[in-house]
């Protein structure tokens, strides 16, 4: 299946459950927010509908023609994007960063310095929302970042942990694929 094939599956679909905890907790007016691995949009839309400014990031032009054509004007001076790699893109200051299923396909060399970025780029109180793959993941042996339980609870030391749920299951991906999925979910506040 092609990207086209996977922005058909997920366009439209309702923002991730990890965002929306993350909404629901940020108690100040709307500010600033990162999505990186953004796709068609389904985060970003949420993010921009609640007046979030939102800088959108998708290594894939495509999802990035997707996400602006979805954007009514009232709410385009509240977005931007960027086209390339969220490890490879020095990460501006935000109140939030979503990351929902893109930051395993991090490679794992790289993760360490994407995760010290986004850790650089919230202040105190700035949330991080998002999703990690665990070891038994069928991905797990792929070249993305996979981490054990401990090591993503040492990840965010020095975060309050607002969710933090653990899944294993048969699933199917956007694709229509069968996968055994190990997700960790995530929303943590900088302390």
Not at 31 to 48: S, V, Y
Not at 89 to 97: H, N, W
Not at 149 to 166: I, K
Request: net charge negative.
């Amino acid at each position: 299946m092609s990207f086209s094939e996977f922005y058909n599956a997920t366009q439209g679909q309702p923002a991730r459950a990890t965002l929306l905890t993350a909404l629901e907790v940020w108690n100040g007016p709307p500010g600033h927010a990162l999505d990186l691995g953004c796709g068609a949009g389904r985060d970003t839309l949420e993010l921009l509908r609640r007046g979030w400014q939102v800088l959108a990031v998708d290594a894939e032009p495509e999802a990035l023609s997707r996400l602006e054509a979805q954007v009514d004007g009232e709410r385009r001076s509240l977005l931007r994007s960027h086209c390339g790699r969220f490890e490879a893109m020095p990460l501006p200051p935000a109140q939030l960063v979503n990351s929902s299923f893109a930051l395993p396909l991090c490679p794992p060399v790289a993760f360490p310095t994407l995760w010290q970025s986004i850790c650089t780029a919230l202040p105190g109180g700035g949330l991080f929302a998002g999703h990690l793959f665990g070891e038994r993941d069928d991905w797990a042996d792929n070249g993305i970042t996979i981490l054990r339980r401990r090591q993503l609870e040492e990840l965010l030391s020095g975060w309050e942990v607002l969710m933090l749920e653990e899944k294993e299951e048969d699933g199917i991906t956007a694709k229509g694929r069968n996968k055994h999925w190990h997700l960790f979910s995530v929303v943590a506040r900088r302390l």
